[in-house]
């Protein structure tokens, strides 16, 4: 689990991985699903965007700024494409090995 933040609202929002999809070797679409994602209401385009803040290995988090695929206020859910870049980077990484 790791919290989404909308940083217009500034609402911290825990969302948890339902599943993934391997869309090309390198890269990797992560649902998720989260209690209220009513920031998203009404939301067009440019404003789709959350920031996450994603585990590391040693306990701590990275944030990074991703395009929020799809949000559903109804059904709680959304979706986030991830680039693998290989051994570098932390979210990529993370998305290859995420699961529900």
């Known amino acids: 689990m790791f919290r989404a933040v909308k940083p217009e609202t500034k609402p911290e929002t825990r969302v948890v991985v339902t599943s993934t999809r391997r869309l090309s070797a390198g890269m990797t679409r992560v649902h998720l699903r989260a209690e209220d994602l009513?920031?998203?209401e009404g939301s067009v385009c440019t404003?789709?965007?959350v920031r996450l803040e994603i585990p590391v290995g040693d306990g701590s988090t990275v944030c990074r700024t991703y395009t929020?695929?799809?949000p559903?206020?109804?059904e709680g859910t959304l979706a986030i494409d991830f680039v693998h870049h290989g051994d570098e980077g932390v979210a990529g990484r993370w998305a290859a090995t995420a699961g529900p």
């Open 38 to 40: 009513s920031a998203f």
């Open 47 to 49: 404003d789709r965007f």
């Open 68 to 70: 929020a695929l799809d």
């Open 72 to 74: 559903s206020v109804a």
